[in-house]
């Protein structure tokens, strides 16, 4: 039972342009949900984060949505740019509970984005 | 500050024998969990340590297990290693239940 999905494998964007990664989560239980980038061979770089409490978070060229009646958070960049092509991963969590400290993953969106 | 760091970088063992991972967490951090990346099941959770206690779990048989120590540095130790044991072990650190701090990974391969 996968908890967490991201359902775009791939995502291509021109330089300049905005992305936007999706995930969705079935676990309503979750409320504290990330964002991490990945290079091969490397490990997951934290990008932003956002509460349950809020609908939305920014940094730099970075915003997190949240929408908990959908289950539903996106990423947007903007402006994209070539050295954002990595993989990205959603993640969420249960704090406060037992499950505190255990971060679920989803599977991946590969960015690329051509200059 | 320095980076979570992870020892060693590679690794290449046989079946049947067993193997330690380190991890040095981000000074201050006293939580410090782990987790499996392989291309079919993605990252997984293994396990967490917060102040020398496992705190959480995942769903990984016996063979998996960990300790933390006084300084919150954490050791991962696999027995009795499968051809499916190979894939790239991360740690992470946080200062509690917030944003986890990943390190580089220990690459291990299992002949």
């Known amino acids: 039972d996968q908890q967490v999905k991201q359902n775009s494998p791939s995502l291509s964007v021109q330089e300049g342009r905005i992305s936007i990664l999706n995930c969705d989560y079935t676990?309503?239980?979750?409320?504290?949900f990330l964002w991490y980038k990945k290079y091969p061979a490397e490990g997951p770089t934290f990008l932003i984060s956002?509460?349950?409490?809020?609908d939305k978070n920014e940094d730099g060229r970075f915003t997190v949505f949240l929408n908990k009646s959908a289950k539903h958070l996106s990423l947007h960049i903007v402006p994209s740019q070539p050295g954002d092509s990595a993989v990205y991963f959603c993640?969420?969590?249960?704090?406060?509970?037992?499950?505190?400290?255990?971060?679920?993953f989803g599977q991946g969106t590969t960015l690329q984005v051509k200059p | 500050k320095a980076g979570v760091t992870q020892t060693p970088r590679y690794l290449i063992k046989t079946r049947g024998q067993q193997v330690t991972l380190s991890c040095s967490p981000i000074?201050?951090?006293?939580?410090v969990s782990w987790y499996q990346q392989t291309p079919g099941q993605g990252l997984q959770f293994l396990f967490e340590?917060?102040?020398?206690?496992?705190?959480n779990k995942g769903n990984f048989p016996g063979r998996f297990s960990g300790r933390q120590f006084s300084n919150s540095r954490s050791e991962m130790n696999v027995s009795t290693l499968e051809l499916g044991d190979s894939a790239l072990y991360l740690c992470?650190?946080?200062?509690?239940?917030?944003?986890?701090?990943f390190g580089p990974g220990t690459r291990l391969t299992v002949t």
């Open positions: 992470a650190s946080s200062v509690d239940w917030d944003e986890q701090y």
């Open positions: 676990n309503s239980m979750f409320d504290y």
């Open positions: 956002i509460s349950s409490i809020k």
């Open positions: 993640a969420a969590s249960e704090t406060g509970s037992s499950n505190t400290g255990k971060l679920i």
């Open positions: 000074s201050g951090h006293r939580s």
């Open positions: 340590y917060f102040s020398e206690t496992q705190r």
